[in-house]
């Protein structure tokens, strides 16, 4: 294993981070489901701010309203109460057209690799259709099977090997890097990650990591990981966010949240990971 | 060195397809387990650790067949005998199984006290409903679980202790071996925790005498187990204490597993994290040679051609791989060496 390496280039890097446009960013921003009795706070008025090619990870248990604050932020469902800012304007996604043009430039890879596709469409049509909401449906032919050639070497696939087949033929991971090779192609602002790696074991793990992390470096993007996997935050992340019922109990670098943490809440979620340079202490549960 | 409790020799087993392929997925695995002593099993997905888990049973239903070799559990040889003598004398009193989802195994309209009943009538048919409550709750307590428990229903629990409900049961007969498949991969991490914490109880208590574990979650396997096996292809290509495979693996593919361990502890951040470049052979027609050749960054031509027959050093340890123990030292040290600071390492081809 390497040599603990602290650098202040962490620190740097941090007050250049400061100064980088906002991406995304949130006011209040509160979801409740159900009325009355059953009334469920998910979110609870939490405030961030997403900054350009920052690479965020919001951490929590099951439960804590994580997915939930990732399906507001992607307009999958409305927002109770408070603002959500896409590149320092307001965002809306009132109507249909709004929406699309609002997905243009925030995109999303899923936990599980075998639902995200329409088992009754074609790879072929999965690609098109990211061309065409890019705005390049009057493309030439073939401008679109070169782009889609390239999306799929993006991600050591073939496109020859995968034209005309459905996505059941193919392997989990071999699924989630199709996805990634889909973000390749829309190149959206932010990209949000939800779990991505929760389904694959430690290698393919290493290898979707990998390539996340060349797609940020080529096209720029800020990613957000919704994860519990506090290995993978610490690892891949600029920023830590934890989460703890719908509330944002601690938030800061990814060393300081990790390496020294302050909320109780946190202690106790990296307390519960097994490590391998410490002990793991099996008698605080 | 104590007494041996589980023993295999040369077990090999295969899947049969609807289109009769063979294939095999576990090919020609021994080992060895003391009492009170745990081995951890680990590998990508595909490499067939699941299935070594379902062949130690002894408990073979179609499309798994039984090929060749032994399994002795505490002096028994149990690989030839028939399904029904097995589920009879074997499962539950000689070795229990808990199946990744073994959560979902619980009948929603039972309550929990049914699930020991059945588990406890299937060996023992004149135990009374009274004394079989009653070794329960004993049970049940002694793992620290609420015996209010037995008298609900499974959806009434959280899916940590329904986890935990399952392994109770499960070893009620205190059996000799555990076997548990990825017992904690569908839960948070604090459950997961509580699993592990309940299965070392197990052990301490001497309710069981040996366990087998199986994740690809290296940093939890280096926590939980005594020794870890790393399987590849259907083989063991390396076997050593959890500390020495954690800290200094030998056969270049368990290099690259444990390359790719992430925790959260200050300094692995800029630790380089290695992806391992393609997927496991085809075990319907296993490569000849090395099964790992074909994705080894230390290829020679010789490995493509003849068995790899299993090389012991360092009295107990054992790898699989052509190069020599110092070979490979020296070469990862260089490496290491050598390694730009750059995070992620370059991913191969497929």
């Given at each position: 294993m390497g040599d603990i390496i602290k650098s202040d280039k962490i620190a740097v890097d941090r007050a250049e981070l400061e100064k980088r446009?906002?991406?995304?960013?949130?006011?209040?921003?509160?979801?409740?489901?159900?009325?009355?009795?059953?009334?469920?706070v998910a979110v609870n008025a939490v405030n961030f701010n997403f900054r350009e090619r920052e690479v965020i990870s919001i951490v929590g248990e099951s439960g804590s309203g994580k997915t939930t604050l990732a399906k507001m932020l992607l307009g999958l469902i409305g927002v109770t109460?408070?603002?959500?800012?896409?590149?320092?304007?307001?965002?809306?996604?009132?109507?249909?057209?709004?929406?699309?043009?609002?997905?243009?430039?925030?995109?999303?890879?899923?936990?599980?690799?075998?639902?995200?596709?329409?088992?009754f469409s074609k790879i072929d049509s999965l690609l098109l259709d990211c061309i065409n909401l890019m705005g390049g449906k009057k493309f030439s032919p073939e401008k679109k099977y070169e782009m889609m050639s390239e999306a799929c070497s993006f991600v050591n696939l073939k496109y020859d090997?995968?034209?005309?087949?459905?996505?059941?033929?193919?392997?989990?991971?071999?699924?989630?890097?199709?996805?990634?090779?889909?973000?390749?192609?829309?190149?959206?602002?932010?990209l949000i990650?939800?779990?991505?790696?929760?389904?694959?074991?430690?290698?393919?793990?290493?290898?979707?990591?990998?390539?996340?992390?060349?797609?940020?470096?080529?096209?720029?993007?800020?990613?957000?990981?919704?994860?519990?996997?506090?290995?993978?935050?610490?690892?891949?992340?600029?920023?830590?966010?934890?989460?703890?019922?719908?509330k944002f109990v601690e938030v800061g670098s990814a060393e300081d949240v990790i390496i020294s943490p302050q909320a109780e809440y946190t202690r106790r979620l990296i307390s519960d990971v097994p490590k391998i340079h410490e002990e793991w202490d099996l008698s605080t549960v | 060195?104590?007494?041996?409790?589980?023993?295999?020799?040369?077990?090999?087993?295969?899947?049969?397809?609807?289109?009769?392929?063979?294939?095999?997925?576990?090919?020609?695995v021994s080992l060895q387990i003391e009492e009170g002593k745990s081995l951890g099993v680990a590998g990508e997905s595909g490499c067939g650790k699941s299935t070594l888990a379902l062949s130690l049973m002894g408990y073979y239903f179609a499309p798994l067949h039984y090929i060749s070799g032994d399994i002795i559990i505490d002096g028994?040889?149990?690989?030839?005998?028939?399904?029904?003598?097995?589920?009879?004398?074997?499962?539950?009193?000689?070795?229990?199984?808990?199946?990744?989802?073994?959560?979902?195994?619980?009948?929603?309209?039972?309550?929990?006290?049914?699930?020991?009943?059945?588990?406890?009538?299937?060996?023992?048919?004149?135990?009374?409903?009274?004394?079989?409550?009653?070794?329960?709750?004993?049970?049940?307590?002694?793992?620290?679980?609420?015996?209010?428990?037995?008298?609900?229903?499974?959806?009434?629990?959280?899916?940590g202790m329904k986890q935990r409900t399952v392994i109770a049961?499960?070893?009620?007969?205190?059996?000799?071996?555990?076997?548990?498949?990825?017992?904690?991969?569908?839960?948070?991490?604090?459950?997961?925790?509580?699993?592990?914490?309940?299965m070392r109880e197990l052990m301490e208590k001497g309710y069981i005498k040996a366990m087998i574990f199986i994740t690809h979650e290296l940093p939890l396997l280096y926590n939980v187990t005594d020794d870890i096996m790393v399987m590849y292809a259907g083989q063991i290509i390396e076997r050593g204490t959890a500390h020495e495979m954690v800290f200094d693996p030998v056969h270049p593919y368990s290099k690259g597993l444990m390359g790719s361990i992430i925790v959260p502890e200050a300094g692995t951040r800029d630790v380089k994290l290695e992806a391992i470049p393609g997927t496991p052979p085809n075990l319907k027609k296993p490569p000849p040679g090395c099964r790992f050749a074909a994705r080894c960054k230390y290829k020679i031509p010789t490995c493509e051609h003849g068995e790899r027959s299993p090389r012991i050093f360092d009295n107990n340890r054992m790898?699989?791989?052509?190069?020599?123990?110092?070979?490979?030292?020296?070469?990862?040290?260089?490496?290491r060496e050598a390694g730009s600071k750059g995070k992620v390492s370059e991913t191969g081809a497929e």
């Open positions: 446009p906002s991406v995304l960013r949130g006011d209040k921003v509160t979801k409740v489901f159900g009325y009355g009795n059953s009334k469920t109460e408070g603002d959500v800012y896409f590149k320092d304007a307001k965002r809306d996604i009132s109507s249909h057209r709004k929406k699309k043009e609002y997905w243009r430039g925030i995109q999303a890879v899923f936990q599980d690799p075998f639902s995200a596709f329409n088992i090997e995968l034209t005309n087949k459905y996505p059941f033929e193919l392997s989990g991971g071999q699924m989630q890097r199709l996805m990634i090779a889909r973000i390749f192609l829309l190149k959206p602002k932010i990650a939800d779990e991505p790696t929760s389904m694959v074991d430690a290698c393919s793990r290493a290898t979707i990591l990998d390539m996340l992390m060349k797609l940020r470096d080529e096209v720029g993007m800020t990613i957000i990981f919704i994860t519990h996997d506090i290995g993978l935050a610490y690892y891949v992340s600029d920023t830590v966010y934890i989460m703890e019922q719908g | 060195m104590g007494k041996v409790i589980l023993e295999v020799k040369d077990l090999k087993t295969k899947y049969v397809t609807r289109f009769k392929e063979s294939v095999y997925a576990v090919d020609g028994k040889n149990i690989s030839g005998m028939k399904p029904d003598e097995v589920r009879k004398n074997v499962l539950g009193r000689e070795v229990a199984y808990i199946p990744q989802a073994a959560m979902n195994a619980l009948n929603p309209t039972q309550k929990v006290i049914k699930f020991v009943e059945d588990v406890v009538r299937a060996h023992d048919k004149s135990m009374s409903k009274k004394d079989i409550y009653d070794m329960a709750v004993q049970r049940f307590e002694v793992l620290g679980l609420p015996k209010e428990v037995l008298s609900k229903y499974s959806v009434e629990l959280s899916g049961i499960s070893t009620i007969k205190s059996p000799k071996v555990l076997i548990a498949d990825e017992p904690s991969s569908a839960l948070d991490v604090t459950s997961q925790k509580m699993v592990i914490k309940m790898h699989r791989c052509i190069h020599s123990v110092e070979y490979l030292q020296e070469r990862y040290k260089n490496e």
